[in-house]
């Protein structure tokens, strides 16, 4: 009896310790968070650091110092886990720049977006694990199937194009910022997409019959990930349109609104989908018709709350991968031979270059070949510019290196090590080196871009988001319906009549026939008793 108790008590005392640990280790980590955006606020007006290199650099020192107090035995606090990461930071960021993005100047220009973001993903991703079968196999890196190098390939085919983002004005190129930033949330989407098509197949033995089923489940998931994606989006707006939340509760409003978006997240990793596609479009259809559905006080409330938590979810994920760039567990297996270490981190920083030249360039050529207006032509610096934002890897690249090389965070493979610390290496150097380099190319390569005609009519009365995405605000301004150079409408009947052959063009006319009026949108006021809304619509009465 008294073994039992005993035993009992030890249990307990270990459970208060591990629970004071994690509470120690909470303390701490929030407590970095803090100071990654005290320190990014103190270096924006620089711009050559952003919260994502800032969040880098703490990391990496703080894993320094935990490496030190530790004895070389530990850098970081938690131990990465995908789950985490793919669960509960990626929906957010995602979700996020959906939300966010400027519709106009992406539909507009959504066939070279899908060009870039999807076939050029395809494009590189092929380019890299052609180049990584033909290297690697001269380096002593262990054993690995062809399915080891296809993951490989989408792993660094994600792109992280945030410094640029940070340094272009989408007011002086508008163009050019839609296309980098359409271009790196389709390309994270299409990233994934693959990477699960990839490990869902056996690849040993590959024939005509296993490429067209590949292919086939590529564009299964990718067709239907966007459609759970819509319809969700479109459930919401629907039930808000209908039930009128805000007459009682705008706590309801914004509550419906962020349980649907994760809804949507969640019921595609239960169908076996993508979830990162389907919760963007999720937040492009939300933008588009529950946003307006909503009172005033809810619009400002949603569109920070999704801009706060993507942020802070950005910050813990940089910051944590900058700890984890010391974990001695996966250094020690490649310690013996560190040769081969910088030579296989070498040649994925090579082919992430070709691969990113292998399709930027030519696509571009043909995107121009449909252009008819000179000013909507990419430029070739604009094509230096695109290539270059892409070459950054970031959390996506991570998090899918995690999820193929290790095991919760751990691995005993010196392939598996190695390929984790290559993929440390390739996203430390890029994101420091090239994020860096960032601003000083785009002042070479655009140095007097002066301030063009804004294509956004600002709404004073809805706030800027936390983020620089692309949209200044939800409004659906019809100047944005006309290319560059043509005259503006003077009216919504000579806007309509306008032969402006695009595919926004017929989407918005179907759109106020079909859509608004069964979904609500631009132009619908929530009637909500005692509020500004209701006393300017009923006060003359």
Not at 197 to 205: E, G, K, N, V, W
Not at 214 to 225: D, P, Q, T, V
Request: charged content about 15%; glycine content about 8%; some cysteine.
């Amino acid at each position: 009896m008294n073994q039992a108790i005993s035993y009992v008590v030890s249990k307990l005392q270990m459970m208060t310790t591990s629970d004071h640990t994690s509470v120690v280790s909470m303390n701490l980590f929030v407590a970095l968070l803090c100071a990654c955006i005290v320190i990014g606020h103190l270096l924006e007006e620089s711009r050559w650091m952003n919260e994502s290199t800032t969040a880098l650099v703490i990391g990496v020192c703080t894993g320094g110092v935990f490496l030190l107090a530790t004895g070389g035995k530990s850098s970081h606090m938690f131990v990465f886990s995908e789950d985490l990461f793919f669960i509960y930071l990626l929906p957010p960021i995602i979700f996020n720049a959906g939300f966010q993005v400027k519709k106009k100047q992406f539909f507009r220009n959504f066939i070279t977006i899908m060009l870039f973001g999807a076939v050029g993903t395809l494009i590189s991703c092929t380019v890299i694990s052609l180049g990584v079968i033909e290297f690697f196999k001269k380096l002593d890196i262990g054993f690995m199937d062809i399915g080891d190098y296809l993951a490989i390939g989408a792993i660094f085919a994600a792109t992280d194009s945030v410094c640029t983002l940070q340094v272009l004005n989408q007011d002086e190129t508008p163009l050019l910022y839609s296309l980098v930033f359409g271009e790196g949330v389709v390309n994270d989407a299409t990233s994934v997409v693959l990477f699960n098509a990839i490990q869902s197949f056996d690849l040993t033995h590959i024939n005509t019959r296993t490429a067209f089923q590949f292919m086939g489940n590529f564009l299964y998931l990718f067709f239907a990930s966007t459609m759970l994606g819509v319809m969700t989006g479109l459930l919401s707006a629907y039930i808000i349109k209908k039930l009128y939340f805000g007459r009682h509760s705008t706590d309801r409003e914004v509550a419906l609104m962020i349980l649907m978006a994760y809804l949507s997240y969640m019921m595609a990793e239960l169908f076996n989908l993508s979830g990162i596609l389907t919760v963007f479009f999720c937040g492009i259809v939300m933008s588009h018709y529950t946003w307006h559905n909503v009172t005033e006080s809810s619009r400002v409330t949603t569109k920070h709350t999704f801009a706060t938590l993507s942020f802070v979810a950005e910050i813990f994920i940089f910051l944590y991968v900058g700890m984890d760039a010391l974990d001695i567990e996966k250094w020690k297996f490649v310690s013996d031979s560190p040769g081969t270490s910088i030579a296989v981190s070498s040649v994925l920083m090579g082919l992430v270059m070709a691969g990113r030249a292998a399709f930027v360039f030519p696509l571009s050529f043909l995107s121009n070949l449909a252009k008819k207006s000179p000013t909507e032509r990419i430029g070739f610096k604009q094509q230096i510019i695109i290539w270059w934002s892409g070459l950054m890897r970031g959390a996506v690249s991570m998090a899918l290196a995690y999820n193929k090389f290790t095991r919760s965070g751990h691995t005993q493979l010196r392939e598996n090590a190695l390929m984790i610390t290559s993929t440390i290496t390739v996203v430390l150097f890029s994101t420091v080196v090239f994020g860096l380099m960032t601003k000083p190319l785009i002042r070479l390569l655009l140095p007097h871009s002066k301030p063009t005609t804004s294509l956004i009519v600002s709404d004073p009365n809805t706030p800027k988001s936390v983020t620089v995405p692309l949209l200044e605000d939800q409004q659906d301004s019809y100047a944005d319906l006309v290319g560059h150079g043509m005259p503006r409408p003077g009216s919504i009947r000579a806007l309509l009549t306008t032969p402006t052959h695009t595919v926004h063009y017929y989407w918005r006319k179907f759109d106020n026939a079909f859509m608004r009026p069964v979904f609500g949108g631009r132009g619908f006021v929530p009637f909500v008793p005692g509020s500004p809304t209701d006393r300017s619509v009923h006060g003359g009465e």
